[in-house]
């Protein structure tokens, strides 16, 4: 995945039914929730190197109230 992320955007399905996605507001998402119901871009993968995070940043269609401006940051441990 980090290496198709790089080249260009990646379609993929999520579990959004959860309140963890659902009322996401900011920060690094570390909760998994089930049942694949939702379709989302993935757009980059990052990693900070102080706070020896890794994640994924993924554009969300609920547009710029939901979330990070419509993107939510996605732990990827």
Same mark, same amino acid.
């Given at each position: 995945?980090?290496?198709?992320?790089?080249?260009?955007? #990646?379609? !993929?399905?999520?579990?959004?039914?959860?309140?963890?996605?659902?009322?996401?507001?900011?920060? @690094?998402? =570390?909760?998994? %929730?089930?049942?694949?119901?939702?379709? #989302?871009? !993935?757009?980059?993968?990052?990693?900070?190197?102080?706070?020896?995070?890794?994640?994924?940043? @993924?554009? =969300?269609?609920? %547009?710029?109230?939901?979330?990070?401006?419509?993107?939510?940051?996605?732990?990827?441990?």
């Amino acid at each position: 995945m980090t290496a198709m992320v790089t080249q260009r955007p #990646v379609a !993929l399905a999520v579990a959004s039914g959860d309140d963890y996605w659902r009322y996401y507001s900011g920060g @690094i998402l =570390n909760k998994c %929730g089930t049942g694949i119901d939702h379709g #989302v871009l !993935l757009v980059g993968v990052y990693y900070n190197s102080v706070t020896k995070v890794k994640y994924w940043k @993924i554009q =969300n269609s609920w %547009g710029a109230s939901w979330g990070e401006k419509g993107y939510i940051r996605l732990s990827r441990d």
